[in-house]
C-alpha cells in the first residue's frame, strides 16, 4: 500500500473495525463476478475450518465474507468501475498501471 502513493481521493476502510456490510459486498461482488474471487483461501479461519475440504458455493463465500474480515482477499481496490483483488504481482502492476493513467 505505501509504495503506491495514493493520493487523498482515495478512501480506506479498515475492515477490522468496520467489517464489510451487505451493500458493500454486493458492489464488490458486482465488480468482481463472484464471491469466490474476493475470497481468501489463504486465512487462517479457511485452514481451521478445514473449508478446503468442502464443496464451497457462492453462497457459502457470501457468508463466510460477510461473518469475518479475514474471509476477505486484501487488499481491494475499486477504481471507477475496476476492481483489484489481492497482492499479487500481476494485480499490482495492473493498479499501478491503471493509477498512473489517472
Same mark, same amino acid.
Not at 463472484?34 to 479457511?46: T, V
Given at each position: 500500500?505505501?509504495?503506491?502513493?495514493? #493520493?487523498?481521493?482515495?478512501?480506506?476502510? #479498515?475492515?477490522?473495525?468496520?467489517?464489510?456490510?451487505?451493500?458493500?459486498?454486493?458492489?464488490?461482488?458486482?465488480?468482481?463476478?463472484?464471491?469466490?474471487?474476493?475470497?481468501?483461501?489463504?486465512?487462517?479461519?479457511?485452514?481451521?475450518?478445514?473449508?478446503? $475440504?468442502?464443496?464451497?458455493?457462492?453462497? #457459502?463465500?457470501?457468508?463466510?465474507?460477510?461473518?469475518?474480515?479475514?474471509?476477505?482477499?486484501?487488499?481491494?481496490?475499486?477504481?471507477?468501475?475496476?476492481?483489484?483483488?489481492? $497482492?499479487?504481482?500481476?494485480?499490482?502492476?495492473?493498479?499501478?498501471?491503471?493509477?498512473?493513467?489517472?
Amino acid at each position: 500500500m505505501n509504495s503506491l502513493n495514493l #493520493d487523498s481521493s482515495f478512501e480506506q476502510q #479498515d475492515i477490522k473495525i468496520e467489517p464489510l456490510n451487505e451493500v458493500q459486498l454486493e458492489e464488490l461482488h458486482q465488480l468482481s463476478g463472484s464471491y469466490e474471487a474476493l475470497f481468501n483461501k489463504r486465512a487462517q479461519l479457511y485452514k481451521e475450518r478445514q473449508l478446503k $475440504n468442502r464443496e464451497l458455493h457462492e453462497t #457459502d463465500y457470501k457468508v463466510l465474507l460477510l461473518e469475518h474480515y479475514t474471509f476477505l482477499k486484501r487488499p481491494v481496490f475499486v477504481i471507477g468501475e475496476q476492481i483489484f483483488i489481492g $497482492n499479487s504481482k500481476a494485480t499490482i502492476e495492473a493498479l499501478e498501471k491503471r493509477l498512473n493513467e489517472q
